[in-house]
């Protein structure tokens, strides 16, 4: 069975009413969204089933998806780059967990995006 994203192109624009990723890539952007998500929660969705999660659980995570989509569109370049700093004459760059960013197992995420995440119970060690 193929892997299906938790957010389809139909939700990204109807429901959540994203605008930020072009039409013909959001397909590509929610699975790889999904996946990520997926690394964050310990697979759990994809052991235990998206659809034998509460409503509740399922509606953030599918929200999560999509913000997770528009910021790794937005943010493509500094996170695909691998630098973790940089310093030139006083400018200096920096990628990596800050005060708005958290990461963890190779994914970069919004800290508030990943405070909603957190609210499913799905990304502690010991969940359910």
Same mark, same amino acid.
């Given at each position: ?34 996946? /990520? ?5 310990? @697979?759990? &969705? ?5 659809? *034998?999660? %509460?409503?509740? $659980? ?14 790794? /569109? ?5 996170? @695909?780059? &691998? ?5 030139? *004459?006083? %400018?200096?760059? $920096? ?34």
């Amino acid at each position: 069975m193929p892997y299906e994203p938790y957010a389809t192109p139909e939700y990204y624009r109807n429901a959540y009413l994203g605008s930020i990723i072009p039409e013909s890539e959001q397909a590509a952007a929610l699975r790889q969204a999904s996946r /990520h998500i997926d690394s964050l929660t310990y @697979n759990r &969705i994809v052991g235990w089933g998206f659809f *034998n999660l %509460a409503a509740f $659980q399922q509606d953030i995570i599918r929200e999560v998806v999509c913000q997770q989509a528009d910021f790794e /569109h937005e943010n493509a370049d500094e996170i @695909n780059t &691998i630098l973790s700093s940089y310093s030139l *004459n006083g %400018a200096s760059v $920096q990628f990596g967990s800050s005060w708005n960013v958290y990461t963890d197992k190779g994914v970069a995420m919004k800290r508030d995006t990943y405070a909603l995440l957190s609210q499913t119970g799905l990304c502690c060690r010991l969940a359910r």
